[in-house]
């Protein structure tokens, strides 16, 4: 077994809560550190981000051991699209051997979203045969290609799900694909309906699934009106209903931010109840420095000890 | 078929502009089909080269020959007495054309006048869809007929990502999502259940170059050794 707090907290039973960390676009150390600081006690993983919406920044494990030196767990998150499984299986041993213990095994945005538009997609292998070659690395100790791990890496393997997609009916059909091919938890998608949250984990709860696995919740708060349109007209995959819309256009606009936080607590508390959710996964994108508050208003601290 | 487009005019004269006398090559299979370098293509593209090269004072000439088809020897033997004539050859075959040719007359320098873009299908008269990356390892029968390698852009083998919106590819551009339209063909097939096994790693069969020996003729081969 993995000595992943983050394991042992959803193993234990209790409410997980995780954060996210976006690297920098340089080789700024101060800057990873900065945005470490404010999460130090209030979360019990921090996903640090793989080239997220395909720009270049500081590589994930790179990050993520400074992360490590700040006294985060990390959730190195790694995407399909920069790596063929040579290198995949290279860094998860890379990653595991500097005491990296999570990871996040995810398609990638697409390269035509980022600043190398042109750059060659690898997608060797896609998000559910990553998961699967790391499971295999660890439970077997064999590489994908056959051959015996001198020490396999004890990964603690984490998947995403986006229940909003679609087709709806096939969503629940992925996430047992991800169980299967051996995802220990899942953080899913910014969550804003919440109804079609309620009829996922329902279809999830009545498959046996959420037996399987652990289902982290993904909370964003909403910074303003304008990113919450945003999110709705732009961003691949999300929904956002009306009702969150008019609910920040009902408040003054220096109010807004309040009130997206206010709106993420009310799914929080939710998602406590809710069963067949395990813990919730704070995306406060570039709002590192408000986790803290986030995290008290929500009620998730302090963070357990394990 | 092979689907091929004519590169920029600029792009095609800058190549060819220190050569005197220049032959273009068309070919009669698939780039005359998808009307980017058959014979008609050739005589219009040399029209525009002659003009613009004599426009600029250029001593260089460009000529036209097309050949039934460029990937196969039998259909060059004509050639070999017209070519001595050259000391530049173009060529508006797919990429196995031009190199048939460079391969057959090595001394000479040869250009592509086109670019190979794809297998495709035909949709409209000059319109063509990309279908096949020629993978080797065919999995349409278990995608429905949808090939998730060309059409998915992530290339993806185990169903549509999360960023699918309302059936159209993330990357946008009006693509729609190959996966979902693998999800809903299966579904009105009553075979979701192909798709809820996982399919593991491919095994990349187009990493080097691939030499294909039909199973009828390998012995005949196999004799001559």
Known sequence: MSDSRLAKILKSGQFAFTGELGPPRGSNVGAVREKAKPLIGMVDSVNITDNQTAMVRMSSWAAALIAIQEGLEPNYQMVCRDRNRLAMQADVLGAYAHGIVNML??????????????AK?????????????????RDEGLFLGGAKIDEPPQMFIGAAANPFAEPFEWRVHRLAKKIEAGADFIQTQCIYNMDKMRAWVRQANDMGLTEKVYILAGVTPMKSL????????????????????????GVDKKK?????IKIACEQIEEFKEMQGVAGVHLMAIEWEHRVPEIAELAGVLPRPEV | MVKAKKKPFEEIKQAIEGYTRVLNIGCGGCVSVCLAGGQKEVNLLNLQL????????????VDSFTVERQCNEAFLTDLDKVVPRYDGLMSMACGAGVQLMAERYPDKPIFPAVNTIAIGVDRQIGIYEERCRACGECVLG?????????????????GPCGGTNNG???????IPCAWQDIYERLKAQNRVADILKIKTAMQWQNQTRRMIVQDEYAARYEDKK
């Open chain 1, 105 to 118: 095994c995810l398609s990638g945005d697409h390269q035509q979203f980022g600043d190398h538009p042109n």
């Open chain 1, 121 to 137: 997609g690898v997608y060797d292998i896609d998000s559910i045969q990553l998961i699967d070659m790391v499971r295999k690395m």
């Open chain 1, 226 to 249: 304008g990113m919450a349109r945003y999110m709705k007209a732009k961003v691949p995959g999300m929904d956002v209903p009306d009702e969150i819309i008019k609910r920040l256009q």
């Open chain 1, 256 to 260: 807004q931010a309040d009130e997206g």
């Open chain 2, 50 to 61: 002659n003009a613009a090269l004599s426009g600029e004072n250029k001593a260089t000439r």
């Open chain 2, 142 to 158: 278990y995608t429905g007929g949808i090939c998730p390698i060309s059409r998915c852009a992530k290339g993806l083998f185990n």
């Open chain 2, 168 to 174: 159209i590819c993330e990357i946008g551009n009006e």
